[in-house]
Nanobody, 121 residues
Framework: QVQLVESGGGLVQAGGSLRLSCAAS????????VGWFRQAPGKEREFVAA????????RYADSGKGRFAISRSNAENTVWLQMNSLKPEDTAVYYC??????????????WGKGTLVTVSS
């Protein structure tokens, strides 16, 4: 069993930065790939970023390329999402999720409850 708790969300002005954290429990966390997802009001949950269990290999949605960076520390059981140059369209509830296999909106084994990010214009 893996439990995930997101933190770091809040209100930020357009162009600003925010760093989200995903704290995980469970000794097997290091074997899970982790992804960040977001869901804006009235929209479906969408993929944001992913990182392999071993770290190093990352993948981003086009919306975040060049602005977002995902990283992890298995020793600390933590995954981060650094978000720079934030835009109003980034406003959403951001979720951290873990998968034994690949990362996609429908394949995750564990989900956090989310943290709200609001970007003002």
């Amino acid at each position: 069993q893996v439990q995930l708790v997101e933190s770091g969300g809040g209100l930020v002005q357009a162009g600003g930065s925010l760093r989200l954290s995903c704290a995980a429990s469970g000794r097997t966390f290091s074997s899970f790939a982790v992804g960040w997802f977001r869901q804006a009001p009235g929209k479906e949950r969408e993929f944001v970023a992913a990182i392999r269990a071993t770290g190093g290999s990352t993948r981003y949605a086009d919306s975040g390329k060049g602005r977002f960076a995902i990283s992890r520390s298995n020793a600390e059981n933590t995954v981060w999402l650094q978000m720079n140059s934030l835009k109003p369209e980034d406003t959403a509830v951001y979720y951290c999720a873990a998968s034994r296999l690949w990362v996609s909106t429908s394949s995750m084994d564990y989900w956090g409850k989310g943290t709200l990010v609001t970007v003002s214009s």
